[in-house]
T-cell receptor, first 113, second 111 residues
Framework: GQNIDQPTEMTATEGAIVQINCTYQ??????LFWYQQHAGEAPTFLSY????GLEEKGRFSSFLSRSKGYSYLLLKELQMKDSASYLC??????????????FGTGTKLQVIP | DGGITQSPKYLFRKEGQNVTLSCEQN?????MYWYRQDPGQGLRLIYY???????QKGDIAEGYSVSREKKESFPLTVTSAQKNPTAFYLC??????????FGEGSRLTVL
């Protein structure tokens, strides 16, 4: 089965750096995703890690350690518009060629002035 | 423009009625997914389909049914057997790289 854990809520100050952690225990692993979701909207893609290490994309970076079942999303120079939920998701190769994508419960980030 | 279209955006249903949520994509993606999201919660997988005429149950398939007769279409039926159907429903298709593209969602309310 799949178990993906993230903190429920976090608060950070505008201009600061925040790290959102995700740990996972899955029957298979074929990549980890981070999505951003503003209230009432669909999730939008932020990053994808399949190999260990850090992937940087502008103000956002994502890290993966497959041996530890651990990932984090790093947001730099926080802006008020970054207030949203951040969802960690794991792609499981499954069986019979079915690629199951399972999401964690999400971390609601509030950026304060 | 390529994308995923879900309809209706808002839907009200009386108890005991079946309703069908539409999901259409023109991204030429093989794999499609249905998720349910409750307030303050993450996404839970209902059904997913890798190819036409084939699909798999997700983690919360009870009370739901799907079909995949065409590559572009993956409709979800919420049946009267689903005891707590009020939720936000999201359809997605998967790029070959693994990234999921989501529709704007359908918000179902049971009266």
């Amino acid at each position: 089965g799949q178990n993906i854990d993230q903190p429920t809520e976090m608060t950070a100050t505008e201009g600061a750096i925040v790290q959102i952690n995700c740990t996972y225990q899955t029957s298979g692993f074929n990549g980890l995703f981070w999505y951003q979701q503003h209230a009432g909207e669909a999730p939008t893609f932020l990053s994808y890690n399949v190999l260990d290490g850090l992937e940087e994309k502008g103000r956002f970076s994502s890290f993966l350690s497959r041996s530890k079942g651990y990932s984090y999303l790093l947001l730099k120079e926080l802006q008020m518009k970054d207030s949203a939920s951040y969802l960690c998701a794991v792609r499981d190769p499954g069986s019979g060629g079915y690629q199951k994508v399972t999401f964690g419960t999400g971390t609601k980030l509030q950026v304060i002035p | 423009d390529g994308g995923i279209t879900q309809s209706p955006k808002y839907l009200f249903r009386k108890e005991g009625q079946n309703v069908t949520l539409s999901c259409e994509q023109n991204l030429n993606h093989d794999a499609m997914y249905w998720y349910r999201q409750d307030p303050g919660q993450g996404l839970r997988l209902i059904y997913y389909s890798q190819i036409v005429n084939d699909f798999q149950k997700g983690d919360i398939a009870e009370g739901y049914s799907v079909s995949r007769e065409k590559k572009e279409s993956f409709p979800l039926t919420v049946t009267s057997a689903q005891k707590n159907p009020t939720a936000f429903y999201l359809c997605a298709s998967r790029e070959i790289t693994g990234e999921l593209f989501f529709g704007e969602g359908s918000r179902l309310t049971v009266l």
